[in-house]
């Protein structure tokens, strides 16, 4: 073996077409027919041009589709990792998978009925169904929390990967807590609750402002206040990001050798996750201030500086070269499981 040959784990790399076969299989089907909906979604923002709550009827259906699925994948992979409570877990994830098939076919049912799906109690019906949307997310945010722990107590060798999926996991949740933050009444819902005036809505996604107002294109965040979705997305989000920039930073390491050293590459991912956490705690910041993603006060500017400042004194300490060179891995059987690289990069 060639002297500055290189180990990469398992989750160092990208995952290999004979390996998806262990992915759980229901998470799987539910991100395919998310895709198939996001797609379904699209057709709809092209052809229909009725408004709901001031938004396109299929934005919310084409969102949604796009980040259940995105998750469904990511935990389809992430339950193939556990070592223990294997049967318990694939539970879970088959009742996960349950609740957000029936989360979105409401989403879907009352965009085809023309009216709101999220904070809407007008009706009967329209108040059962988004009951019924309340007891599907609380069963997703608990089993989401108890994989997230059996997640935690998994061994995984590689310390990039092994932070990436711990930071990420424990981010996510934290991201599907704050849609809680949505389901309180305004100050103008609570005053109208007892009057006539009362229109059937009790909680938003925008602060300081009505929803259904000018918004930035695609995400449909609000651009003249502050929009509680935008951590919400950022925080769940994180269980992707974290493992790209491991999969980037083995590329890296074929031409940048310090980054072959196990140690930092961790050491970049724990600076990757805390400046993550530290960007979602910036965000819902930002958006409980009834303040626009895009326009930032000189509080928040001050805040984003002192972030970038800490993540560049944090990369500076993680491209430290340790003291001790990795050694590739002693047991064989291991070694024989990962994937080597020459120096040439093959």
Wanted: contains cysteine.
């Amino acid at each position: 073996m060639a002297s500055d040959a290189i180990y990469y784990p398992k989750l160092g790399g990208f995952m290999k077409l004979d390996e998806y076969g262990s992915w759980h299989r229901p998470m799987l089907l539910c991100a395919a027919v998310m895709a198939v909906m996001t797609a379904v979604s699209a057709v709809g923002l092209a052809v229909d041009d009725r408004l709901i709550a001031g938004a396109p009827a299929w934005h919310k259906p084409f969102k949604f589709a796009f980040s259940f699925g995105v998750y469904a994948l990511s935990w389809a992979w992430l339950v193939s990792l556990l070592r223990t409570r294997k049967r318990l877990a694939n539970a879970l994830s088959t009742i996960v998978v349950t609740v957000i098939l029936v989360e979105y076919a409401i989403i879907t049912l009352q965009v085809v009925r023309g009216t709101r799906s999220h904070f809407n109690v007008s009706t009967p019906l329209d108040n059962t169904l988004y009951r019924i949307m309340g007891i599907s997310i609380a069963v997703m945010w608990t089993g989401t929390l108890a994989l997230t722990l059996f997640l935690l107590r998994t061994p995984i060798t590689d310390a990039a990967s092994r932070w990436a999926v711990r930071l990420g996991s424990v981010l996510s949740l934290a991201g599907l807590s704050l849609g809680a933050l949505m389901l309180l009444p305004t100050a103008a819902q609570r005053e109208s609750m007892s009057t006539s005036a009362f229109d059937g809505i009790v909680g938003a996604h925008s602060v300081g402002v009505p929803d259904g107002g000018p918004s930035m294109p695609i995400t449909g965040w609000s651009t003249t206040g502050g929009d509680l979705r935008i951590p919400h997305f950022v925080g769940m989000h994180a269980l992707q990001l974290l493992p790209l920039i491991v999969m980037a930073l083995t590329l890296l390491a074929r031409r940048w050798p310090l980054l072959r050293q196990d140690t930092v590459r961790g050491r970049l991912l724990i600076v990757a996750g805390l400046s993550y956490g530290g960007v979602l705690a910036l965000v819902t910041w930002q958006a409980l201030r009834g303040q626009p993603l895009l326009a930032p006060d000189s509080a928040t500017l001050i805040a984003s500086a002192v972030l970038v400042f800490a993540t560049a004194l944090g990369t500076g300490w993680a491209l430290r070269s340790p003291s001790v060179p990795v050694a590739a891995p002693d047991d064989h059987r291991d070694a024989a499981r990962l994937p080597v690289l020459d120096g040439a990069g093959r």
